[in-house]
């Protein structure tokens, strides 16, 4: 198979604990955001609460996730950027210093890069690695909360980030699994920050936002204000917790619980629920009528025990109840009916579902919000090393646009 075009392409590629999926993206000339080009989907059994534990069967589903995305793209795919999830991720506060190295004093990009680099200098505990470096706020000669300090004038820079560290053995399995598949792996990103990029506009970021990201078996917290990462940890709650409720409740398989709470679950606490009744087998065949007030019942008990949960991630930064954009809901458990309203009530904040929205290409299938993750993963593969954070801002694609261009298609021609 040989690359269609010479424009840009980009490929991200999320290990869910429900399947693997695969997007290629393609920035054409001027467009406000990348094309969609490809798109493959691959159920697996080798990834479960978020991590790799069975590298032959999460080989299998990357190399058919990537083979349909190929064949509908027409491009040969052989790097690209993949998706950390699990209960292993951390984010720790760390602060950098140094002098400022221009002999006019004037601060350039290359003291930036510097004082970064200065802020992941730290004792890590063994097995950790570090996953991302997100910086909230820089400090010149003492001036503190500077958003941008390239072109001010000072002696000493210094700068606090925020770093999101992984387990390595973790790591290990994720890498394995996607070099065994053929594919170099351009850089690792939490899967919450990646499906931030997707569903939270910068302004979503300005004024203070949590992106909620409910999986299967995990449910991904990411928590912007002022354009910056505050805080972003795992949770190990997700939607399959739901269906695995419902079947204990009613003693059925899981198969039938999950079926339920596709057709039955309306999460919206303001629902009144007929106490009309339907039929499920049991698992020693009897039939069991319940009714939808029962299935919500325990659906609700689940689900009100993740927010509280994901409050108490917003009380570790002190925003429980302080999010003005809200809560952003992402990932295949927010198609979950009333959802948003059970979220806005627990948390005590505005919240939305959130589906990959301003994207051309072959857009049907990733309207949903469980291709949120795939699309992040895809965006950050396109902005490379160049970013360390950012948004997908019209600026900051056009100050990477040269460098990226040339590092991307060198990529595919090589
Ligand atoms: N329409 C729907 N209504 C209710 N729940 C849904 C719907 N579609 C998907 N889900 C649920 O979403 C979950 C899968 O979400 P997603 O694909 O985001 O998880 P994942 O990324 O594979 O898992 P994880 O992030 O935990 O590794 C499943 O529990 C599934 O039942
Ligand atoms: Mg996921």
């Known amino acids: 198979m040989s690359q269609k075009s010479e424009l840009p392409i980009a490929v991200g590629i999320d290990l869910g604990t429900t399947a693997v999926r695969c997007i290629i993206g393609m920035q ?6 990348p094309s969609i080009i490809g798109v493959g989907v691959s159920g697996t059994e080798g990834v479960r609460k978020g991590v ?3 590298v032959a069967s999460t080989v299998s589903a990357i190399t058919a996730a990537i083979d349909e995305a190929e064949r509908i793209s027409g ?36 003291d930036i890069a510097r004082v970064e680099e200065a802020a992941t200098v730290m004792q890590l505990p063994p097995n950790r690695e570090i996953v991302g470096i997100f910086p909230r706020n820089y400090t010149v000669d003492g001036q503190e909360h500077v958003k941008n300090p390239v072109g001010m004038s000072g002696m000493r820079l210094e700068v606090d980030t925020s770093l999101v560290t992984a387990a390595t053995p973790f790591l290990k399995n994720t890498t ?4 065994q598949a053929g594919i170099d792996i351009h850089t690792h990103t939490a899967t919450a920050l990646a499906a931030s990029r997707t569903v939270a506009s910068p302004r979503d970021r300005e004024i203070g936002c949590v992106v909620v990201d409910i999986g299967a078996n995990t449910t ?14 795992v949770l190990p709650v997700g939607a399959a917790h739901v269906t695995n409720d419902i079947a204990i409740g009613l003693r059925t398989d899981v198969e039938t619980a999950e079926n339920i709470k596709l057709d039955y679950i309306d999460a919206d606490p303001q629902t009144k629920h007929a106490n ?3 039929t499920v087998k049991e698992l020693n065949g009897d039939p069991l009528t319940v009714t939808k007030l029962e299935v919500n019942t325990i659906a609700q008990a689940r689900l009100k025990e993740l927010f509280r949960l994901v409050d108490k991630e917003l009380k570790k930064v002190k925003k429980d109840g302080m999010l003005p954009a809200g809560a952003l809901l992402c990932g295949g458990g927010a198609n979950l009916t009333g959802i948003a309203e059970l979220a806005k009530q627990e948390l005590r904040l505005p919240a939305h579902i959130k589906s990959p929205r301003g994207f051309s290409g072959i857009v049907d299938k990733i309207q949903d919000p469980q291709f949120s ?7 950050e593969d396109m902005e490379g090393e160049y970013d360390l954070g950012g948004d997908l801002s019209v600026t900051s694609i056009i100050g990477n646009l040269q460098s990226w261009m040339g590092s991307i298609v060198d990529r595919f021609r090589s």
């Open 28 to 33: 054409e000339e001027e467009a406000p955001a």
């Open 52 to 54: 790799v534990h069975d």
């Open 75 to 110: 491009v040969e795919i052989r790097g690209a950027t993949v998706g950390v999830n699990g209960q292993h991720l951390v984010t720790v506060s760390s602060r950098g210093i140094v002098a400022v190295g221009n002999a006019n004093r004037e601060i350039s990009q290359e």
């Open 176 to 179: 394995r699994s996607i070099n």
């Open 220 to 233: 991904g917290v990411a928590v912007f204000e002022e354009g910056e990462l505050l805080h972003a940890s």
């Open 276 to 278: 009309e009744g339907f």
């Open 373 to 379: 993750t795939a699309i992040g993963l895809m965006l």
